[in-house]
Structures are given as C-alpha cells and as structure tokens.
C-alpha cells in the first residue's frame, strides 16, 4: 500500500516518483484524502530537489485528469493555442487569432477574465457592442469548423488539482518552482484540448520571470512536458522590460488590435505578433518554415484578409464588427490627460508592471474577481524606451472617467526614468522548439 510520507521522503532524498506515485498524491490531495500538510512538505521537496522530464510530464498529466478535459475533436486540422506568461499592454491574442485564422490554421480559444492591470482577453473583446462568449460547445466547433476561429470563455472543471496545488503554493513559498509552474501552465493548456500549443514567455521588469536565463529554463521546461505528452510545442521569449505597444486598457487595446491587423500597428506588437504567428502557422502545419509563414502572414495584412476575419470573427459571436472600420464605435473615456516630461533626455527605462498598475488605478483592470472593469479607461504611451522627449512634451495620454487623476499622472511620471543614454530593447530573445 503506498503511503504520502514515503513518498515525500523518496522527494527529499533526491529520489524520482513514479507515474503512479504522482497519479496517487495528486488524485489523493484533489479528493481531500492527502492533506495540505503533506502536500506542502512534498512541494517543498519538489522546490529542492526538482523533477526529472518525466516526473514533469507525469505531474502535468495527471493534473490534467483531475478535472474535465475538453473534446475538440469536432473541430477539424491542427488546433493550436498561444499561452502568454504575462505582461502589460499585451494586446497579442487579439491580432493573432483573426490573423492566423486568415491562414486556414484553426484557433479554438478558451479565455480567462482577467486579474491584474487590465482585462483578460474576454473583458477587452466585451469593449465591442454586443460580443459575447456564451455559446455551446456545438456553436463553437461549427463556427472553427467554418471560419476557423472562436474564442468561448472557460467552462467546466478544468485542472482543480492546479487550483488547489496553486493556493498551497501560494501560501508556503513554493510559487517559484519551474516544475511547478511548467506544469501548472501547460495542465491547462492541455486540458482545454489544443493539439499544438506555442508560448511567449515574457522576461523582465515586467514579467514573472526578472532574467533572460530563468525565462529560458522555463520555457525549455515547458516545450518539453509539451513534447513528452503528444502536443507539438514551442516557444518565444520575448522582452516585457516596457509595456507591448502604446494601448493599456480594454476598449483602447481593441482599438490597436484593429490598427495592428491593418498593418499601422505599433512595431513591437507587431513584430511579437509576426514572431508568434509563424510558430503557429508551423505548428499548423500551414508553412515548412518560419520565414515562409512570416511572408504569408505579411500578405494576409495587406490584403485586408486578416481584418476581414476580425470582423467575421466579432459577428459570429454578435458583437459590431463595424468598429474595425471605425474605432470611434468602442466606448470613450469622458476625459483626456496629458502626461508631460518633467526632463528632456532619453527615454532609459518604463517600468511595465507600475504603468499597468497606473492603467488599473482608472478602473482598467480588477483587483478581485467580482470588481466591474470599466472597458473606456487607461493609458496610451506616446513615448517609448529609446525615444527622446523634450521636457514639457508629452510622453502618455491618461483616458479616465473622473476628473481628478493626479495619482495616476505621478505614478506614470515616477516610472518613466529620462536620462542620457539611448537605450535599444532588444524584443525578441529566442526561439525555443525542444
């Protein structure tokens, strides 16, 4: 008979658990039949003595079992998901879906609300009259089936064991485990039935992960529990040292989403959407290789195709697809805030998660899950890092619906840091496939 304390004194000794030995801890903690108590001892083991590929892949799946798992077999092709660890101003899966779409590669996406500075992907598309994600599951293989994209919002009882595992963490210092994390991310993700799945894991001021070399250990980590269990996986690391683009908050997002999709987007967002887009195009199947899937994905912006399928897209879900040829259409701020330099010089540095945190101060984003988000406010950036400003100019724009935003306006100040050196981000940091 197996029992929790032998196997946290195999983890602590340095010991390898067998598939088994996961399956029982993780079903037992799941049922309520191990209690937290062990469970943090064996976290805390886990956080010492890492897991080997295998023990990683065995975790992520039996994750995966503990809960529901979603069925897309209905839908037809590769399926592919993007996972972001991350970030402000990340407007990507708004410009890729429509986009990759466009290429015949299916995107059948379950979305969060989110938590944090501003909405997830379904509160910003909520910033569109009369979009909405509660369609059937039928609705929506029928719809990817013919338009190949859908974005419903998460149903059913994906991963409890990754919830109930997440709060322990949270709680016993054991957030901060590649094992753990990979795992968390891509039970998820496996969960919700993608058959590709690529990655942009963000590295950072602004990010979860600070440096180059953590963000790449996780993501290696990643791409191989995805490898190990059959799901073509890949990954981007990419820079969050500055916010991505100009827009911070829902309606303003949608708004650069639909720029980006015509081609006048911001270079960051659309170089991070390019890099992306080609992994999913390959990991589709649509392109041999990356560089021929940028080509394509070129093309599809400008010819208009991939803004055509942002419209398609909203329509079929009921929300005004006119708004992609007038942006006026999202909900406005009552009122408008210039920002200016106190300094002239270069821009050195823009703290991404305080400027989010400047977003989330309007109203732009939520603190607790039942905080109403209000889809008009938040920032536009008129200056970036390696820009020059002239003291007096303006560097962000503040959309707000009171009238008082001195707070929000020191908090942006405080966090632009002027000086004399011209500072070049370096986005896109690697590409990682296994």
Do not use: W
């Not at 897209?313 to 697809?321: E, P």
């Not at 820009?387 to 008082?404: L, P, Q, Y």
């Not at 632009?416 to 986005?427: A, P, S």
């Amino acid at each position: 008979m197996m029992r929790m304390v032998d196997l946290i004194a195999k983890k602590r000794d340095g010991g390898a658990l067998t598939k088994e030995e996961i399956a029982f801890f993780i079903d037992g903690y799941t049922t309520g039949d191990i209690p937290d108590y062990q469970v943090s001892s064996m976290m805390m083991a886990i956080f010492f003595q890492d897991m080997t590929e295998d023990e990683r892949a065995n975790l992520t799946m039996a994750m995966v079992k503990s809960g529901d798992e979603i069925d897309l077999s209905a839908i037809e092709g590769i399926k592919v998901d993007k996972h972001s660890t991350g970030g402000v101003g990340d407007t990507t899966t708004l410009v890729l879906a429509p986009l990759v779409a466009a290429l015949d590669v299916p995107v059948a996406k379950m979305s969060g609300r989110g938590l944090g500075h501003t909405g997830g992907t379904i509160d910003k598309l909520e910033a569109v009259s009369g979009f909405h994600t509660e369609i059937t599951e039928t609705e929506f293989a029928e719809i990817v089936n013919r338009d190949k994209v859908a974005v419903i919002g998460q149903s059913g009882n994906l991963t409890p064991a990754d919830k109930k595992l997440y709060a322990l963490r949270d709680v016993t210092a054991t957030v901060n485990s590649i094992p753990l994390i990979a795992s968390s991310i891509m039970s998820k993700k496996i969960a919700a039935g993608a058959d590709a799945i690529v990655l942009d894991v963000k590295t950072g001021s602004g990010a979860f992960m600070k440096t180059e070399e953590a963000s790449v250990e996780l993501a290696q980590a990643m791409v191989s529990i995805g490898n190990n269990v059959g799901r073509k996986t890949m990954a981007v690391i990419s820079s969050m040292s500055e916010p991505l683009g100009y827009a911070i908050g829902n309606a303003l997002e949608i708004k650069e989403a639909v720029e980006t999709l015509r081609g006048e987007g911001p270079a960051d967002l659309t170089r991070l959407c390019m890099e992306l887009g080609a992994q999913m195009v390959v990991a589709g199947g649509k392109a041999e290789t990356l560089e021929a899937a940028r080509e394509k994905l070129q093309a599809v912006i400008d010819n208009g195709q991939a803004l055509e399928k942002f419209k398609v897209f909203l329509s079929n879900q009921g929300g005004d697809a006119s708004v992609a040829d007038d942006v006026s259409k999202l909900p406005q701020s009552d009122y408008l805030f210039e920002v200016r330099a106190e300094t002239s010089g270069y821009i050195e540095e823009i703290a991404a998660e305080e400027i989010g945190v400047a977003s989330a101060m309007l109203g732009a984003g939520r603190q607790t899950k039942d905080d109403a988000i209000d889809l008009a406010v938040g920032l536009m950036l008129k200056k970036k890092t390696g820009d020059h400003v002239a003291e007096g100019e303006t560097i962000a724009v503040i959309h707000s619906n009171r009238e008082d935003v001195g707070d929000v306006e020191r908090k942006i100040l405080d966090n632009y840091t002027i000086g004399n050196n011209r500072v070049e981000i370096d986005l896109v940091k690697q590409h990682i496939t296994e």
